[in-house]
């Protein structure tokens, strides 16, 4: 297999481009201990600050005198700074999708559909700054009212990954401040830049439209540093992206101080491929969630259950297409592949291949590292497509990188068990032209995950359907329909009118 290669831009270039892109979004001079490095090359394109235990519990004491204010603002008002912010967003999407690509290695179209998420998260939220309703509910006495009522929860928590460097950060603010919350965000490391160009935007609005400026903080920090964060009581809630095994550490923490989680963790992701399948629709949705963002979403998909009566015709097209996709420099044009984050998760890569060939896999295309020569400090790797005789060992598991196991299935219900039989529950889809097929697998005994698809992928959600998965993805839901409510407390209210005491349930007492 071979794939066409763009070389990577000359040492220098995408340092001079990130620090032009900060100048505009009123970004100062950044000076710091910490080195942040983009996957295109390998090189610093900039030295952060790093905060300290000190610098989160400011942070945190900062949003919560500022949520004392801001909880009394009414929404719709609230729903200007978020109007105002994707303003901005609007205003400087080249810009700040020119930071994604540098630290994540987005190529040009996936930065910029990031970017439109958060513009899209905010028109969703200002929406609902008006519509943060709650019920008018019978009350059986006579002369009482009953009635439940949304109120701010508190400071917001939110820790985000790399391979959304923004996005997520967008989904969680922007609902959080029209509900009447304040925010301290811990970005991933490796996208430091990314996240003090959205909040240097965040900053501006909260200037235009007169906000409390205590309710943003950005706190750049490790993980031993973010634990803090974790661990503060004043923080409500805690909205984390990342691993299971980040959540297994987070989850626990929070609860034992009675706080909130919010997770969106792995995603283990399968799409279904019937005998009845378009093969031109199903290959183009499964190329582009199997290799696109070089296989760092967690909606990537990660293995493909396709009917024996097709098995080999599409994984032989499937290689084809493969060999067609353009990997390097994600900011030149045509690029459809970029690089891996770093080292450690291309020996990941290379560790689950070997692992795969162990068990019994047949890896048909991809896996191989290329522009090694060109940027030996980077990780460009091929798309991988490997054909396994079973969902045993290494398929269980989440891989962040471009790999795809094909498993063949005879009858539709052994497909659903196998799309089931992992221990994650983010995203499945099925191509069908078979409307009972389609139906069964978005029945209660159909795909147990959070997002089920029909003939599109498994990538690609729209901000207007919340978002999230089951099992140890974690349960949380962002964006979308009543989000929320995660962003808010709950309060229910009985107002007697009636002059008497009636007491409920036939109670008798004075």
Not at 106 to 127: N, T, Y
Request: proline share 5%.
């Amino acid at each position: 297999m071979t794939n066409p290669t763009t070389a990577p831009p000359a040492p220098g270039a995408t340092a001079d481009a990130v620090r032009k892109a900060l100048t505009a979004l009123g970004v100062d001079v950044l000076d710091g201990p910490h080195e942040a490095r983009s996957p295109i090359t390998g090189e610093v394109l900039a030295r952060t600050a790093e905060h300290t235990e000190t610098d989160v519990d400011t942070a945190v004491a900062a949003a919560h005198e500022a949520f004392l204010t801001w909880r009394d603002v009414p929404a719709p008002v609230r729903g200007n700074l978020v109007k105002r912010w994707g303003q901005l967003f609007t205003e400087h999407k080249a810009e700040l999708a020119l930071l994604v690509t540098a630290e994540a290695g987005k190529i040009e179209s996936e930065a910029l559909g990031e970017v439109q998420e958060m513009i899209d998260i905010c028109d969703l939220a200002v929406g609902q700054s008006r519509q943060l309703f709650g019920r008018t509910l019978p009350s059986e006495r006579p002369g009482h009212r009953l009635a439940e009522t949304w109120h701010p929860l508190g400071v917001v928590g939110v820790i985000s990954a790399f391979n959304f460097p923004v996005a997520v950060y967008a989904w969680n603010t922007a609902l959080a401040l029209v509900c009447g919350d304040a925010v301290v965000w811990k970005p991933a490391e490796a996208t430091y830049l990314s996240a003090i160009g959205a909040n240097a935007l965040l900053a501006q609005a909260v200037r235009d439209v007169g906000a409390p400026e205590g309710i943003h903080q950005l706190v750049l920090a490790d993980r031993a540093v973010g634990e803090a964060l974790v661990d503060d009581p004043r923080v409500a809630l805690v909205s984390a992206t990342g691993s299971v095994r980040m959540g297994r550490e987070v989850a626990p923490r929070v609860a034992a101080r009675f706080g909130r989680v919010l997770l969106e963790l792995g995603g283990n992701n399968a799409a279904i491929v019937a005998p009845s399948a378009d093969l031109d629709l199903a290959l183009r949705g499964i190329v582009f969630s199997a290799a696109g963002t070089a296989g760092q979403r967690c909606t990537t998909l990660r293995r493909l259950i396709v009917h024996t009566s097709v098995a080999d015709e599409l994984t032989g097209r499937i290689a084809a297409a493969y060999g067609t996709l353009t990997i390097g420099d994600p900011s030149a044009e045509g690029t459809l592949v970029g690089p891996l984050i770093n080292r450690t998760s291309f020996e990941a890569q290379q560790r689950a291949l070997t692992r795969a060939a162990a068990e019994g896999g047949e890896v048909v295309a991809g896996g191989a590292r290329v522009l090694a020569d060109e940027a030996p400090d980077a990780f460009y790797v091929q798309p991988a497509v490997v054909r396994m005789p079973d969902q045993s060992g290494v398929v269980q598991e989440e891989t962040f990188a471009p790999i795809l196991y094909v498993l063949a299935y005879d009858d539709l219900d052994e497909a659903i068990a196998l799309q089931n039989g992992v221990p994650q529950g983010l995203s499945s889809s099925i191509f069908t032209q078979d409307q009972a097929e389609a139906e069964r697998f978005l029945s209660a005994s159909g795909s147990d995950c959070g997002i089920a698809n029909v003939n599109i992928g498994t990538s690609g959600a729209e901000i207007g359907g919340a978002f999230g998965g089951e099992k140890e993805t974690g349960g949380g839901r962002e964006s979308g329909t009543d989000a929320w409510q995660a962003y808010m407390r709950r309060a229910t209210n009985t107002v007697n009118y009636s002059g008497q005491l009636p007491l409920a349930q036939g109670v008798k007492f004075l």
